[in-house]
């Protein structure tokens, strides 16, 4: 059974620009859930999507978006990067989005915004 | 709202030795309570999780038991080795938010 894809792993992007992150779930879970990590905030929450839909958002600003295709694959677009955008961007997958299931984590994508 | 907290570290021990890192919780309700670990340059891999009080969740020798009196979800392994170095993050998640909440997480350097 495939685990949770990520593309690409490792992103450089200059201030200003925008970028898109990739999400495979693992077939049939129906919810991913998209987490930011940095040293000095640790992982914190951006958002989930289920079955296409936003169910819930953490507090980034505006230029931190994302969506869910039918299929389940999820993207997140980031505009107008900033220097402290930097950081490893974890997705996870669970079948219900319920805590029952548990949360499969991808090896997640490495931007750095010079 | 929400939190966790875990034990500060670096916490470094020889291999062999007993294993315990500290994690309590403020939560509304009955969370569910994750360890998860993440190996450098990886991303994080659950190890164990305890879904109601008094739960024990239990993998790969490492132990937690869910305590609604006290809070808290302490991970234990009674003989720690070379390989079990990583950093460790207790979480929880309430209800169908698909929401973890994070600790600061703890790195463990295990010493042969």
């Known amino acids: 059974k495939a685990g949770v894809t990520q593309t690409p792993r490792y992103l450089i992007k200059t201030r200003g620009q925008q970028v898109t992150l990739s999400c495979s779930p693992i077939?049939?879970?129906?919810?991913v859930s998209w987490y930011q990590q940095t040293p000095g905030q640790g992982l914190q929450f951006l958002f989930e999507y289920f079955s296409e839909t936003q169910r819930n958002k953490g507090n980034f600003p505006g230029r931190f978006s994302g969506r869910q295709f039918s299929n389940s694959r999820s993207e997140m677009n980031v505009s107008t990067l900033e220097l402290g955008d930097s950081a490893l961007y974890l997705c996870?997958?669970?079948?219900?989005?319920?805590?029952?299931?548990?949360?499969?984590f991808g090896s997640g994508t490495r931007l750095t915004v010079v | 709202g929400d939190s966790v907290t875990q034990m500060e570290g670096p916490v470094t021990l020889s291999e062999e030795a007993f294993l315990t890192i500290n994690c309590t919780y403020t939560?509304?309700?009955?969370?569910?309570l994750f360890w998860y670990v993440q190996y450098p340059g990886e991303g994080l891999q659950l190890l164990l999780k305890a879904t109601k009080a008094d739960d024990k969740g239990s993998n790969k020798g490492f132990e937690a038991t869910y305590r609604k009196e006290t809070t808290s979800f302490h991970l234990e392994k009674g003989s720690v080795q070379v390989s079990d170095s990583a950093v460790y993050f207790c979480?929880?998640?309430?209800?169908?938010?698909?929401?973890?909440?994070f600790g600061q997480g703890t790195t463990l350097q295990v010493k042969p």
């Open positions: 979480a929880l998640v309430r209800g169908n938010t698909g929401k973890l909440i």
């Open positions: 939560a509304t309700g009955y969370p569910s």
């Open positions: 077939s049939g879970h129906r919810s």
């Open positions: 996870a997958s669970s079948l219900l989005g319920t805590e029952k299931y548990g949360y499969t």
